[in-house]
C-alpha cells in the first residue's frame, strides 16, 4: 500500500480533560477539519505534551501531566484544534456566506466566521455537516459571572479554529445589522 505525503504542523488539541500539544500531519492540500472528519477513530500525534484542561497559552509548566512520542487521540473526544490550515470549501464561494457564530464550551466560547451554505437555516446545518468546521477570525473568549458577554473581551485570537460541532454546548448566531452592535461580541 502506497502512503501519500504528508506535511507536520504544530498543533493545540482541547478536550474536556487535557490540552495537547504536538505535531499533526496533513496532506498537502487538505486541512485540519479533512484529516478530523476522516472515518479513523483516533489522530495521530508526535511529540505530544499533554496539559491539565485550561486555556492559558503558553500553559503553565506545572500543568505538564505528561510527554509522549506518540499519541493517538480519539477525535469524538476533540472539542476544538488550533493549528495546521483550514479546509478549503468544496462548494462555489458563490453558494457560501460566512456567518458570525459563538460555540460554547464549559465556562467559555469560541466566536468567530462558519462558511455556510447560502440560504440553509443554521439548526440544517449544523444538524447535517460533518462534525469538525473551521471557524475563521476566531476568539476564545471566557465567561465571567455577573459580567455580560458583550462586556468580554477575547483572551486570544486565531485566524481559525477548527471546531466539533457536536461537543460545543449551545451554537448562537449573531443579530441581523440591523441590531445595535453594542449587543454582540461579533461586531
Known amino acids: 500500500m502506497y502512503r501519500q505525503p504528508r506535511e507536520a ?10 490540552r495537547v500539544y504536538g505535531m499533526i500531519y496533513l496532506v498537502p492540500g487538505s486541512g485540519t477539519a479533512d484529516l478530523l472528519n476522516q472515518e479513523r477513530a483516533y489522530l495521530p500525534v508526535t511529540g505530544a505534551l499533554i496539559y491539565a484542561p485550561g486555556h492559558a497559552h503558553p500553559p503553565e509548566a506545572r500543568d505538564l501531566r505528561a510527554s509522549t512520542g ?9 472539542q476544538w484544534a488550533v493549528g495546521g490550515r483550514p479546509s478549503e470549501p468544496r462548494a462555489s464561494p458563490a453558494l ?11 465556562d467559555y466560547l469560541l466566536a468567530g466566521e462558519l462558511l455556510v451554505p447560502r440560504g440553509v437555516r443554521l439548526s440544517d446545518f449544523l444538524s447535517q455537516a460533518k462534525p469538525f468546521q473551521a471557524l475563521l477570525e476566531a476568539g476564545l473568549y471566557l465567561l465571567a459571572p455577573g ?10 485570537r486565531f485566524p481559525f479554529v ?3 460541532l457536536r461537543l460545543a454546548e449551545a451554537v448562537a448566531e449573531a443579530p441581523g445589522e440591523a441590531q445595535d452592535p453594542r449587543l454582540t461580541l461579533f461586531g
Open 9 to 18: 504542523h504544530e498543533a493545540r488539541i482541547y478536550t474536556g480533560a487535557y
Open 162 to 164: 477548527t471546531v466539533n
Open 70 to 78: 506518540f499519541l493517538a487521540l480519539r477525535k469524538e473526544r476533540i
Open 147 to 156: 459580567r455580560p458577554i458583550v462586556e468580554l473581551t477575547p483572551q486570544e
Open 96 to 106: 457560501l456566506e460566512r456567518r458570525r457564530l459563538a460555540f460554547l464550551f464549559g
